[in-house]
């Protein structure tokens, strides 16, 4: 009895050992092969030679999220520009995007399917959590709303993508460390770093050095000696960060819905923004109000004998230089005509042609009679006094006026129906036939040879005499092409699903800039012109081969009868690309503030406002009375 209780004692106790002494050898065996193997492999060289150019090792540490294996996507860079982010392409295309403060990289998924499975994780509706909700909780849990990010393996890839695609990534370092801040931060914010006091404390020490390295540096020339030694530190700290998580498809997932979360949030912001600047760009400012009041008013005043100009012998000689210019606004008009005839070597050879509306009349004279050009003859109309110009000869006048495109105008843009792109359609400037006049020069000038057209956007640089002496070889306009944009292409403003425009005109042909013009009356009136214009705008009467504006019936009517000539003539985008080259400017004869953000609104680009204001003479009293400053 006592041997089979000794038998039985000895069996437990074996088993005992075995149950608690074999998990430990077996862990401890397993932790020393995992500690040669990341010896053997480099891990530390490897983590501190990450950089440009480098060969990036699959990540095997985090389990896959799909079972069949998958190729890297090709990554696409659009650097420094969020204005060029397109939401509606990403969502056509099913992009998932990573962004940081200074640029975008959009990669396209492989599956359409991995994506919706991806986001089927999100917990459902039976769970109780929707998943706006879990968006929601997941952005507040977050330490930084901005950092986000599609897992560090992309991130990790960024250069290796911009060698493969060949596409300029400059200032790479000052991008590396912003975007090593942002992921730091989302790491301090994740459970499995939480509950490591040690290395929240090295974490947050690599994020002040970074900050200091990286100050206000905006390019790798402003870094300081030691930014790539603390660019390395910190490589090293998020690798051995990603081994601390404990649930790395759960953080992979909370990114996910973060993206969502960003992407729709981008969208809103995307659409009141440009709500907001088709609104600023239509209202008028109190000084520009004010101005036209205070010179109408003072026109009045005037005895008749003054209200008339000097000069009239000149307005129909065709040895001299002569300019149209169309404008309802005073103060650019002002602007086009001192610019012009300050630069100009023999300025009392130029001849300006101003026309204006009935409710600015008055002012516009009143403005040139008290501050008449240097020696160049004016000449201001009222465009009602053209009376040939009426709704039974011009067809765009007899749509302007049509109750279907008041109601585009002021009703039909409330409708939620309507997308963002036709809103700057609807600028009340394409209801007036002011903008419409250029398609009638040879009418209006009938003595005349060749007339240069200029916008009331505008600023000139340099003598334009130079233009007439353009050969025209037989073609009626002189126009700056702009081939070099994609944007300025026929497609982009013709409708090419409409048979009538597929069959005439070529999707790819080149745009040009209307704003600076040359024409020749002459071979306009034998080409009968005006007449081709008239058939398109009769064809367009719905509005179903173009939207509104003046370039789009441009492009169509002088088809084929335009001559290229130098582009330094005429440099636009200085009304919405804060990008243009200021050495372009500078050379430029004509420079173009095309665009919403014109210099005499609050929202113009600062940075050109300085080439439109150095022509105003903000001491003169009827601004100063308007309190109109630079």
């Given at each position: 009895?006592?041997?089979?209780?000794?038998?039985?004692?000895?069996?437990?106790?074996?088993?005992?050992?075995?149950?608690?002494?074999?998990?430990?050898?077996?862990?401890t065996?397993?932790?020393?092969?995992?500690?040669?193997?990341?010896?053997?492999?480099?891990?530390?060289?490897?983590?501190?030679?990450?950089?440009?150019?480098?060969?990036?090792?699959?990540?095997?540490?985090?389990?896959?999220?799909v079972?069949?294996p998958?190729?890297?996507?090709?990554?696409?860079?659009?650097?420094?520009?969020?204005s060029?982010?397109?939401q509606?392409?990403?969502q056509?295309?099913?992009?998932?995007?990573e962004?940081?403060?200074?640029?975008?990289?959009?990669?396209k998924?492989?599956?359409?399917?991995?994506?919706n499975?991806?986001?089927?994780?999100?917990?459902?509706?039976?769970?109780?959590?929707?998943?706006?909700?879990?968006?929601?909780?997941?952005?507040?849990?977050a330490?930084?709303?901005?950092?986000?990010?599609?897992?560090?393996?992309?991130?990790?890839?960024?250069?290796?993508?911009?060698?493969?695609?060949?596409?300029p990534?400059?200032?790479?370092?000052?991008?590396?460390?912003?975007?090593?801040?942002?992921?730091?931060?989302?790491y301090?914010?994740?459970?499995?770093?939480?509950t490591?006091?040690?290395?929240?404390?090295?974490?947050?020490?690599?994020?002040?050095?970074?900050?200091?390295?990286?100050?206000?540096?905006?390019?790798?020339?402003?870094?300081?000696?030691?930014?790539?030694?603390?660019?390395?530190?910190?490589?090293?700290?998020?690798?051995?960060?990603?081994?601390?998580?404990?649930d790395?498809?759960?953080?992979?997932?909370k990114?996910?819905?973060?993206?969502?979360?960003?992407?729709?949030?981008?969208?809103?912001?995307?659409?009141?923004?440009l709500?907001?600047?088709?609104?600023?760009?239509?209202?008028?400012?109190?000084?520009?109000?004010?101005?036209?009041?205070?010179?109408?008013?003072?026109?009045?005043?005037?005895?008749?004998?003054?209200?008339?100009f000097?000069?009239?012998?000149?307005?129909?000689?065709?040895?001299?230089?002569?300019?149209?210019?169309?404008?309802?606004?005073?103060?650019?008009?002002?602007?086009v005509?001192?610019?012009?005839?300050t630069?100009?070597?023999?300025?009392g050879?130029?001849?300006?042609?101003?026309?204006?509306?009935?409710?600015?009349?008055p002012?516009?004279?009143?403005w040139?009679?008290?501050?008449?050009p240097?020696?160049?003859?004016?000449?201001?109309?009222?465009?009602?006094?053209?009376?040939?110009l009426?709704?039974?000869?011009?067809?765009?006048l007899?749509?302007?006026?049509?109750q279907?495109m008041?109601?585009?105008?002021?009703?039909?843009?409330?409708?939620?129906?309507?997308?963002?792109?036709?809103?700057?359609?609807?600028?009340?400037?394409?209801?007036?036939?002011l903008?419409?006049?250029?398609?009638y020069?040879?009418?209006?000038?009938?003595?005349?040879?060749?007339?240069?057209?200029?916008?009331?956007?505008?600023?000139?640089?340099?003598?334009?005499?130079?233009?007439?002496k353009?050969d025209?070889?037989?073609?009626?306009?002189g126009?700056?092409?702009?081939?070099?944009?994609?944007?300025?292409?026929?497609?982009?403003?013709?409708?090419?699903?409409?048979?009538i425009?597929?069959?005439?005109?070529?999707?790819?042909?080149?745009?040009?800039?209307?704003g600076m013009?040359?024409?020749?009356?002459?071979?306009?009136?034998?080409?009968?012109?005006?007449?081709?214009?008239?058939?398109?705008?009769?064809?367009?009467?719905?509005?179903?081969?173009?939207?509104?504006?003046?370039?789009?019936?441009?492009?169509?009517?002088?088809?084929?009868?335009t001559?290229?000539?130098?582009?330094?003539?005429?440099v636009?985008?200085?009304?919405?690309?804060?990008?243009?080259?200021?050495?372009?400017?500078?050379?430029?004869?004509?420079?173009?503030?095309?665009?919403?953000?014109?210099?005499?609104?609050?929202?113009g680009?600062?940075?050109?406002?300085?080439?439109?204001?150095?022509?105003?003479?903000?001491?003169?009293?009827?601004?100063?009375?308007?309190?109109?400053?630079?």
């Open positions: 009895m006592k041997i089979a209780t000794m038998i039985r004692r000895k069996v437990v106790v074996f088993l005992l050992c075995a149950s608690v002494l074999a998990p430990i050898v077996f862990y065996d397993r932790l020393s092969i995992g500690s040669n193997s990341i010896v053997n492999n480099g891990f530390g060289n490897q983590v501190s030679n990450l950089g440009t150019g480098m060969e990036i090792t699959k990540l095997n540490v985090v389990k896959q999220e079972t069949n998958v190729k890297e996507p090709i990554g696409v860079v659009l650097a420094d520009n969020l060029n982010f397109s509606d392409s990403v056509k295309n099913n992009e998932a995007a962004f940081n403060e200074r640029g975008l990289i959009l990669t998924p492989v599956e359409l399917e991995h994506k499975r991806v986001l089927s994780e999100v917990p459902d509706r039976e769970n109780g959590l929707k998943a706006e909700a879990f968006i929601e909780q997941v952005t507040q849990n330490a930084s709303k901005d950092a986000l990010s599609l897992g560090e393996a992309k991130a990790e890839k960024r250069p290796a993508l911009v060698q493969a695609n060949k596409v990534l400059p200032d790479l370092r000052v991008r590396q460390m912003k975007d090593q801040l942002i992921r730091a931060r989302v301090l914010d994740l459970s499995g770093t939480r490591n006091a040690h290395y929240v404390k090295e974490l947050r020490l690599r994020i002040r050095d970074v900050q200091r390295a990286l100050g206000e540096a905006t390019k790798d020339s402003d870094l300081p000696r030691n930014a790539n030694d603390k660019l390395k530190a910190m490589e090293q700290t998020l690798a051995r960060g990603k081994q601390i998580q404990e790395c498809a759960g953080t992979v997932k990114l996910r819905a973060m993206l969502h979360s960003a992407e729709e949030l981008l969208h809103v912001h995307k659409k009141q923004t709500f907001l600047t088709q609104l600023a760009a239509k209202t008028l400012p109190k000084g520009l109000h004010c101005f036209p009041l205070k010179l109408s008013s003072e026109y009045y005043n005037l005895e008749p004998a003054k209200r008339e000097g000069n009239k012998e000149k307005l129909e000689d065709p040895s001299l230089y002569h300019y149209a210019l169309f404008s309802d606004n005073v103060l650019a008009t002002a602007v005509v001192n610019s012009t005839v630069n100009a070597k023999h300025p050879d130029h001849v300006f042609h101003i026309v204006t509306d009935r409710l600015n009349y002012a516009m004279r009143m040139f009679l008290a501050n008449p240097r020696h160049a003859t004016i000449q201001v109309q009222n465009i009602e006094d053209f009376t040939w009426n709704a039974s000869y011009s067809p765009v007899k749509q302007l006026s049509s279907s008041i109601d585009y105008y002021f009703r039909a843009h409330k409708s939620a129906s309507n997308s963002d792109s036709n809103l700057k359609y609807r600028n009340p400037k394409y209801l007036s036939i903008n419409h006049l250029r398609f020069l040879p009418q209006m000038f009938p003595k005349l040879k060749k007339v240069v057209f200029l916008d009331d956007d505008i600023v000139v640089q340099k003598d334009l005499t130079g233009l007439w353009i025209m070889k037989g073609k009626v306009i126009v700056v092409e702009t081939c070099g944009e994609s944007f300025h292409r026929f497609d982009r403003y013709l409708n090419f699903s409409n048979p425009i597929a069959k005439k005109f070529e999707p790819r042909a080149c745009g040009w800039a209307f013009n040359l024409f020749d009356l002459d071979v306009w009136r034998q080409q009968n012109i005006t007449e081709i214009y008239h058939s398109w705008q009769n064809l367009n009467e719905d509005r179903l081969l173009w939207k509104l504006g003046t370039l789009p019936p441009g492009l169509i009517t002088f088809y084929n009868q001559i290229a000539i130098d582009r330094w003539w005429h636009l985008g200085l009304g919405y690309n804060p990008h243009v080259n200021t050495r372009d400017i500078e050379r430029a004869a004509v420079i173009h503030y095309n665009g919403n953000l014109k210099p005499w609104l609050e929202i680009l600062p940075r050109y406002r300085g080439y439109w204001s150095m022509y105003v003479d903000y001491d003169q009293m009827f601004l100063r009375e308007c309190n109109i400053n630079p």
